[in-house]
C-alpha cells in the first residue's frame, strides 16, 4: 500500500497541506505529541488559540537529516498523526530535499588536502557551472572531485546551501593548542546534596556527546537548562585552548565564574577581552561589540578569532552572532565549533549562515520536556491587554507608521498594571522588562525601584544582579542588557511592558530570565502588558510565536480584571 494510501488516524491533531504547511489542532488528542514529533522538522509560522500552522522547510529538513533524522521517520510521523491522508508529492518532496544533504561532502585527502565529493557526480557538475562557485573551486581531480582551497572551506558551504545542496563535512579538524581542563564533577556529592557539588544532567550529557559526534554545530537548550555547563564539559572534553564569545562583559565575568566552579581552570588561565580589558589566556572570553568594533573601516580586533591556535571556539546566543563575525567564521572552518542559544529564530532570517558556518543542529531539547523532568520552573504566560483612553487612540491614529509602536507600548496606563501585578506577587522577585528607556526609568522612579541599561557600568550591574540575587533588592527595572546570559535564579515573575518589536527569540530569552527551577518549587509567571487594537498587540502576537511551538500558551486577560 503507498504511503499516502495509509488509513489516516480519524482523529488525529495533524492537517498535512501539499503547499507544505502542517495545521495542529491543539484540542485534539495528541496535540502535543505531534507538536514533539513535528518540531525538528518543521518551523512554526503562526500560533493562535486553536490552530497553530508550521511549515516544512529546507532547512528545517536539511536540520533533521544532519541531527540523524531520516526521511522515512519524518514520513512516519506526519502519517501517524494526519487526521487525512497525506498528500503524495508533499512525501515525495521531504524525501528528495532530506536526500539532498550529504550528496556532496568536503572530505580531507593525503594528496590534494581539502576536496569536495560528489556521491553524485552530476551534482558536481551543475555546482560547478554555478557562477557563484567561481574562484571556490580547484583542479577537477575526477567526475567526482575537485579541489578545495582549504581558505574557501566557509564561503563554499555558504554557497553550496543557498544552491540547494547542502555539503556535508567530514573534513576534520586541527588540534589547536593542548590545554588541561577537567571537570570537576562530582555525581555522589550532588546525588547527596553536598554544596557545589555537581553533575552533568542527562541531557547535557546527550547534548555534550551529540556535539562530539558532529565535530561542529548547535546545541539548543532553554535557558536556565546549564548552556554554560555544556559548553565547559566540550572545552573539558577538548582540552585545548578555547576561545567563548559572548554577548557583553557581565555575560563574559559570569562565563569566567561557572568555568572556575566547574572545572580544574584558575583565574590566571581565563582571560576577558572587552571593552575594558584586552587579557589573551588559554581560555580567552571576548564580546561581540568588542570584535565588531570598526575603526577607520577596519575591525582591528577581528584578528583575534584567527591569530591563536584555538582548538575550540564557543558562540554563546549563537543566534545573535553578527555579521563581521560571521564573515571571520567562514575562515575558521578548521576549528571546532560550538554555538549555543534558547532558539535558533533569527529576526534577520541568516538562520541558513549558522548552518552552513557554525554547523547543524545537533541537540535540541524541548523546554516542555525539561519542565515535565523538572529541570525548568513551570510557566504561566499572561497577556494583559489595556485600552488606551480617547485621547491616546486619536493621537495613535494619526501619527506616522513608525511612531505607533513606541506610542502604544509606552502607553502611561502600563505604569498602573505593573502597580497591580507587583501587588498580586508580593514579596516575590520580579523583573520589569522593556525596550524604550524613558518608559523604564519612569516606572522605576515610580517604584522606587533600581534600574539597569546600556548606559549602566559593568561594575553597576554586577552589584544590582548580585542584590536581586541576594533578596536585598527584590523588584529590578531592566532594559534588553538583560535579554541575554544573565543568571538570577531567584526570579519568579517578569512584566514585559514594551520589546523589540515582534521578536520571537528576545520573548524566549525574557522568559529564560525566570525558568530556573525555584527551591520551593514556585511556578514562574511572565506578563505581557499590551496596549489593545494596535501595532504593539500584533506585535506581541508574533513574538509569542516561538514559545508557542514550545508548548506554552498564553492566557489573555483584560487589564480591569486584575
Known amino acids: 500500500m503507498p504511503a499516502d494510501a495509509q488509513p489516516p488516524a480519524p482523529d488525529g491533531p495533524l492537517i498535512v497541506q501539499s503547499d507544505k504547511s502542517v495545521l495542529l489542532e491543539v484540542a485534539r488528542p495528541g496535540a502535543d505529541e505531534a507538536r514533539r514529533a513535528i518540531a525538528p522538522f518543521a518551523e512554526l509560522e503562526r500560533a493562535p488559540e486553536h490552530v497553530h500552522t508550521y511549515r516544512i522547510t529546507p532547512l528545517a529538513l536539511w536540520n533533521a537529516r544532519a541531527a540523524g533524522l531520516d526521511a522515512e521517520t519524518v514520513v512516519h510521523t506526519l502519517i501517524t498523526y494526519s487526521r487525512f491522508p497525506v498528500p503524495h508529492a508533499l512525501l515525495t518532496e521531504i524525501a528528495e530535499t532530506m536526500g539532498r544533504y550529504g550528496r556532496l561532502q568536503l572530505v580531507a585527502d593525503p594528496a590534494h588536502g581539502l576536496v569536495l565529493h560528489a556521491a553524485d557526480a552530476p551534482v558536481l557538475e551543475e555546482v560547478m557551472r554555478s557562477r557563484r562557485t567561481t574562484g571556490l573551486l580547484g583542479a577537477r581531480l575526477s567526475p567526482a572531485d575537485v579541489v578545495v582551497h582549504p581558505s574557501e572551506r566557509g564561503h563554499l558551504k555558504q554557497v553550496l546551501i543557498k544552491l540547494g545542496w547542502p555539503a556535508e563535512d567530514l573534513a576534520g579538524y586541527v588540534d589547536g593548542e593542548a590545554h588541561p581542563i577537567a571537570l570537576r564533577e562530582d555525581p555522589a556529592g550532588a546525588r ?6 555537581f553533575a552533568l544532567r542527562p541531557y547535557q550529557r546527550e547534548a555534550v556527546e551529540g556535539f562530539w559526534a558532529g565535530g561542529s554545530g548547535v546545541v539548543v537548550l532553554p535557558c536556565g537548562a546549564g548552556k554554560t555547563l555544556v559548553g565547559a564539559a566540550v572545552m573539558a572534553r577538548s582540552s585545548t585552548t578555547a576561545l567563548v564569545l559572548v554577548a557583553n562583559a557581565v555575560a563574559a565575568r559570569q562565563w569566567k565564574e561557572e568555568l572556575m566552579r566547574f572545572t580544574t581552570l584558575t583565574a590566571d588561565e581565563i582571560g576577558e577581552y572587552s571593552g575594558a ?12 561589540q568588542v570584535l565588531t568594533t570598526r575603526r577607520k573601516g577596519v575591525h582591528p580586533h577581528l584578528d583575534l578569532l584567527d591569530s591563536h591556535d584555538w582548538g575550540l571556539i564557543v558562540y554563546d546566543e549563537v543566534h545573535l552572532l553578527p555579521a563581521p563575525v560571521f564573515r571571520m567564521t567562514a575562515d575558521l572552518q578548521a576549528r571546532r565549533r560550538l554555538g549555543l542559544t534558547a532558539t535558533l529564530v533569527r529576526e534577520d532570517g ?7 558556518l557554525i554547523g547543524p543542529k545537533r541537540y535540541d531539547a524541548p523546554w516542555k520536556d525539561l519542565e515535565n523532568q523538572g529541570w525548568i520552573a513551570p510557566a504561566i504566560c499572561t497577556e494583559v491587554r489595556l485600552d488606551l483612553d480617547a485621547r491616546q487612540r486619536m493621537t495613535y491614529a494619526t501619527a506616522e507608521a513608525s511612531d505607533r509602536y513606541r506610542l502604544a ?3 502611561p496606563a502600563k505604569v498602573g498594571i505593573v502597580d ?3 501587588a498580586r506577587h508580593a514579596g516575590e522577585s520580579v523583573l520589569i522588562i522593556g525596550q524604550y528607556v524613558d518608559q523604564l526609568t519612569e ?3 515610580h517604584l522606587g525601584a533600581p534600574l539597569i541599561t546600556g548606559a549602566t557600568t559593568v561594575r553597576e550591574r554586577q552589584r544590582l ?6 533578596g536585598e533588592v527584590r523588584t529590578l527595572v531592566v532594559s534588553k542588557v538583560a535579554n541575554f546570559s544573565i543568571d538570577l535564579p531567584g526570579a519568579s515573575v517578569a512584566v514585559q511592558v514594551s520589546g523589540t518589536f515582534g521578536s520571537r527569540q528576545e520573548e524566549a530569552q525574557r522568559l529564560g530570565r525566570i525558568v530556573r527551577p525555584k527551591e520551593d518549587g514556585r ?8 496596549a489593545r487594537d494596535t501595532v504593539d498587540q500584533e506585535f506581541a502576537a508574533h513574538r509569542q510565536r516561538f514559545l508557542a511551538e514550545q508548548g506554552y500558551t498564553y492566557d489573555i486577560v483584560d487589564a480591569g480584571d486584575l
Open 420 to 422: 497591580r501585578l507587583l
Open 350 to 356: 541568516r538562520e541558513d549562515e549558522v548552518f552552513s
Open 465 to 470: 544582579y548580585g542584590a536581586f540575587r541576594s
Open 277 to 288: 580589558r584586552k587579557e589573551i589566556r588559554p581560555v580567552t572570553i571576548a564580546t561581540y
Open 409 to 411: 507600548a509606552c502607553a
Open 443 to 445: 516606572i522605576a522612579e
Open 192 to 197: 547527596a546534596g553536598t554544596p557545589g557539588a
Open 523 to 530: 511556578q514562574a509567571h511572565f506578563y505581557t502588558v499590551v
